[in-house]
């Protein structure tokens, strides 16, 4: 374990900090005092003059803390923005690496709902822990228990409902949810993937695979209800049970857990694959792919907020996908 004990860099002026000095050498700041605030994203304007979010001079909203948040575990990565088209995030993911073990949990807060980003938070971290809890009991990936991480989400999501009710006529906090557990053995990949709504998994090796099977409602042409989710975390929800199915896959590929802001623009799989083909020349890490991806959304129309969290898997004997 690494530990801090003093600044590494200078809170004012980002130049290394010396030895134990308390002041910085190259413009006087206090190395212990708090950083100041960043200037304006798009003027440039001192961070003292930003307001409630906005830019005192040239009226910009600021990056909001949940509008891009990258985590980088090396093999496993995830990254969430808010899109071109949003004000604000409304999607939310966690990654782990559980010893080798890939634990991906991503949500997409229901944006006709009260408080969505908030549910969609709660809910990852809660699936996350508590398939990472559950790891420690079982022998394999396929043995962990999707239903109880589900209501385990489910649980904090009502716990939110609960602590500020949404006003008269509005639907309590919902979220969609797509959770995956997977390792490499000496067979090659082994994993589990659970979900409830459109949120998606795939895997992209030797071949291409949707792994999931969006909960919608499959109306008529014109129909305005068609398309709708039909499965969600939520106190209004009817069922919380997850679909799941395990797979096992020939490495080297990779799992790649997203929301509907990258999927609206490389619905099959073969549409991704190709994509992940040609962007991984020039970002072969998993978090550069998967910015590089959500940089595709983003260019693509970015109509929605966008999430995508991959684990990569090196080369490994082993058999088929199924």
């Known amino acids: 374990m690494t530990t801090s004990t003093g600044a590494d860099a200078c809170p004012a002026c980002g130049e290394p900090a010396v030895g134990a000095a308390s002041w910085c050498e190259a413009c006087g700041a206090d190395l212990d005092g708090p950083a100041p605030s960043p200037p304006c994203a798009d003027c440039g304007a001192p961070g003292e003059g930003i307001v409630d979010g906005y830019c005192g001079s040239c009226g910009a909203r600021q990056p909001g803390e949940h509008d891009h948040v990258v985590v980088d575990l090396g093999w496993v990565a995830a990254v969430t923005h808010k899109g071109s088209r949003r004000a604000g995030n409304e999607d939310a993911f966690s990654v782990t690496d559980a010893n080798g073990t890939a634990v991906i949990a991503v949500c997409d807060g229901v944006g006709s709902t009260d408080s969505p980003a908030a549910a969609a938070r709660a809910a990852a971290t809660a699936a996350s822990d508590a398939l990472s809890d559950d790891l420690r009991a079982v022998a394999v990936v396929a043995d962990v228990d999707l239903t109880k991480a589900a209501a385990a989400a ?162 490994n004997p082993g058999g088929d996908a199924t």
């Open 154 to 315: 489910q649980h904090q999501v009502i716990a939110i409902t609960q602590a500020d009710p949404p006003r008269a006529g509005d639907l309590p906090p919902s979220a969609t949810l797509v959770v995956a557990v997977a390792r490499a053995d000496s067979d090659g990949v082994s994993g589990v993937v659970g979900w409830l709504g459109d949120s998606r998994a795939y895997w992209v090796g030797a071949e291409a695979l949707r792994l999931t099977a969006d909960h919608v409602y499959d109306g008529p042409p014109g129909d305005e209800q068609s398309g709708s989710i039909t499965r969600w975390l939520g106190l209004d929800a009817a069922d919380v049970t997850p679909s799941s199915v395990d797979f096992r896959a020939q490495a080297p590929g990779l799992l790649i857990v997203c929301t509907d802001g990258l999927w609206r623009y490389l619905d099959e799989p073969q549409a991704l694959a190709a994509t992940v083909a040609r962007l991984r020349t020039d970002n072969p890490q998993p978090v550069q792919l998967a910015q590089a991806l959500v940089d595709y959304a983003n260019s693509s129309g970015g109509h929605d907020n966008i999430t995508v969290a991959i684990a990569e898997f090196g080369p």
